[in-house]
Structures are given as C-alpha cells and as structure tokens.
C-alpha cells in the first residue's frame, strides 16, 4: 500500500472506521493507514535514525494492527496510541535482535576532551546514571496519570506536541499546558525549584 502526495482525510469519524475495519472493510483499515501513516512512520524514524528501516517497521506495524484489529477496543486511548504502542514494540524487539549498530562518538585516543574508557572513570558514571534513572522514576510517580503518560510520550518516546496530541486525543494546546505543568511539579519533587 502506498502514501498518496495529500492524506485522505476520511469522511466517516474514527471509531466507525475501525468498527467497519474490524468487520473485515479493506476500505475503512486503509482510511486508517492514511490517516495514521505519517504519525507511526515519524515515530519510528526519530527512533531509527535510518529511513529504510523506519519504513519498514512501519509497514510491520500496521500488518500486525490489520491482524490484530479484532483485540482493538476503545479504552481511553485513541487508535493512533494502540498503533504508537505496536511500533514501539517493533522498535524494542528490533533493538533486542541487535540488528541495529547503535554507534556512540567518543574521542579519539590522544584527544583531551575525548571520553576516557578506563573502568575507573566509567564506573562513577554509571553509578551517576543509575541515581538518576531513581530520581526520575521516583520524580514521574508524583505525577498524575494523564500527566506521566504526556512526559513519557513526549520525552520518553520522544512524540512531537502534535503527535501526542493524536495519541492521547487532546489538543496540541492542552499537550502544552499538561506537558508545562508535568514538568514544574517534576521540578518541585526533585527540589530544583521552590513551592
């Protein structure tokens, strides 16, 4: 299935087409792939890094969606969080396999500024690290629910305003201000501002 140049926007509302694509409608599931392609295809891209394989995953993701369409139901969560959750999954199974050479630049050996690869200068960092990833944990429990779920899509995923906004359903504005708001009470747990 290809993309066209302009995305169909479908005339028939969302919940209908993916009652009509349940039933076995070819035509209301590839409404929701046009609907839905750019968002799942720039999710991934951001993550891969690499456009082949970002179209690819894609493609994977929505054949499992079309196989999977009947386990769909509707829970809070909009079509397009059920397919970003399938393509993270791909993601994470695609990171698993190690496929993916997932480079780090360090310096060159006689380069002062470079990064050490002695054990005695990696071990504090990975300490520093793992106190960190606790402080954070600990930081996204003082969150709401609506609030963790926004920080995470959209620094843990790394969604844009406007895709989190097709996945939770909200409006980019209302991402902004949950997102804001997130983010300053996540500050005021860690103790980096002041109430």
């Not at 779920?149 to 843990?156: A, F, G, N, S, T």
Request: proline residues 5%; contains cysteine.
């Amino acid at each position: 299935m290809s993309l066209p140049a302009h995305p169909i926007v479908p005339a028939t509302p969302e919940p209908e087409l993916v009652t009509r694509a349940r039933a076995g409608d070819r035509e209301a599931f590839a409404a929701l792939y046009h609907q839905h392609y750019r968002a799942v295809y720039g999710f991934l891209l951001v993550r891969t890094r690499n456009r082949h394989l970002a179209e690819d995953l894609t493609q994977e993701a929505f054949v499992r969606a079309l196989r999977r369409i009947d386990g769909f139901t509707w829970q809070g969560v909009a079509f397009a969080g059920w397919l970003t959750t399938i393509a993270k999954n791909l993601w994470l199974d695609e990171l698993g396999r190690g496929r993916t050479r997932w480079e780090t630049p360090v310096g060159e050996f006689d380069d002062p500024r470079g990064v050490s690869t002695g054990t005695g200068d990696r071990v504090p960092r990975d300490l520093e690290a793992v106190e960190a990833r606790e402080t954070v944990r600990a930081a996204l429990k003082t969150l709401n629910a609506r609030q963790r779920h926004c920080v995470e899509l959209r620094y843990l995923d790394e969604l844009t305003p406007q895709e989190t906004a097709l996945v939770t359903g909200q409006t980019v504005g209302a991402v902004r201000t949950l997102t804001c708001r997130a983010l300053l009470k996540l500050r005021w747990s860690i103790g980096a501002v002041s109430a």
